[in-house]
Nanobody, 121 residues
Framework: QVQLVESGGGLVQAGGSLRLSCAASGSRLAIDIMRWYRQAPGNQRDFVASVTRGGNTNYADTVKGRFTISRDNAKNMVFLQMDSLKQEDTAVYYC???????????????WGQGTQVTVLS
């Protein structure tokens, strides 16, 4: 079993910055890709960014050039640096990880509980 805990959300003025963190924990932890998603009220959950264990990154077009994803494999953490924030970035941000479930002997998707980001005009 893998637990993901996000932190770093909050209120920020438009144009400001926030840094989200996500810590993964569990026994015999083996994590492949880690991602951030977000969900605004009334909307579906959308992909934001991903990073592989080797450091390859991918971004949604809406955040490219403003957000930076990174990870610390030794600490099983992933980060999302969000700069030049806009009102439309307001959402609950969720951490996602593909990790190996030792008992089921397969790779599974895990999700955090989410952290609220609110960008004020």
């Amino acid at each position: 079993q893998v637990q993901l805990v996000e932190s770093g959300g909050g209120l920020v003025q438009a144009g400001g910055s926030l840094r989200l963190s996500c810590a993964a924990s569990g026994s015999r932890l083996a994590i492949d890709i880690m991602r951030w998603y977000r969900q605004a009220p009334g909307n579906q959950r959308d992909f934001v960014a991903s990073v592989t264990r080797g450091g390859n990154t991918n971004y949604a077009d809406t955040v490219k050039g403003r957000f930076t994803i990174s990870r610390d494999n030794a600490k099983n953490m992933v980060f999302l640096q969000m700069d030049s924030l806009k009102q439309e970035d307001t959402a609950v941000y969720y951490c996602n990880a593909v990790a190996y479930h030792a008992d089921q002997k397969t790779w599974l998707d895990y999700w955090g509980q989410g952290t609220q980001v609110t960008v004020l005009s």
